[in-house]
């Protein structure tokens, strides 16, 4: 399965963030909310204990945040967009709000982004902060070449040695 990347930009500030994103496709959620209304925004402590989480904390914020009193948007808040820092990946889930006192149901979509890099502006600027853990689809790929070409050496020493041996 191919990876799917996805640019996320700033205009104002320049920031180019580089993700690569996993899907959940496969879950089926009922629920519903209703169009044009306005989703709070959750998120995990973990987005204020690193710059770089609280750079995409703000980012997102711009991105999924809707503004009060927006002409297309309705006055009231019926799901919550969760975001959580779990294994160096961001975590995105909806939620349903079912009652007054905060009965909660999952609606989907959900999907994790996980950070690869981030620049300092538009494509081809800085890098001002790369994920240390990511490791691109191609060099697993390249590795695991690596390893299955050692194996199938190994095998074909072996193979001669007993050949050998047994004469």
Not at 7 to 24: D, E, G, K, R, W
Not at 75 to 96: A, C, K
Not at 100 to 118: Q, S, Y
Not at 149 to 160: G, N, P, S, T, V
Request: glycine share 4%; hydrophobic share 40%; charged share 15%.
């Amino acid at each position: 399965m191919e990876p799917t990347y996805i640019f996320i930009h700033n205009l104002y500030n320049c920031i180019l963030n580089l993700f690569v994103v996993y899907t959940m496709g496969e879950l089926k959620m009922t629920g519903n909310c209703l169009r044009g209304s306005r989703p709070l925004l959750s998120f995990d402590e973990n987005f204020t204990t690193h710059a770089h989480y609280s750079l995409l904390k703000e980012l997102l914020t711009q991105i999924f945040g809707v503004p009060n009193h927006h002409p297309k948007s309705q006055p009231f808040f019926d799901h919550v967009y969760t975001f959580t820092v779990l294994d160096n990946r961001i975590w995105f889930r909806n939620f349903q709000i079912l009652t007054e006192d905060g009965a909660l149901t999952e609606i989907g979509p959900r999907f994790v982004l996980n950070p690869v890099k981030i620049f300092s502006g538009s494509f081809g600027s800085d890098t001002l902060w790369e994920n240390p853990n990511y490791i691109s689809p191609a060099k697993v790929i390249e590795q695991f070449y690596f390893i299955f070409d050692k194996c199938i050496m190994i095998c074909f020493l072996h193979y001669l040695y007993n050949i050998s041996y047994n004469l």
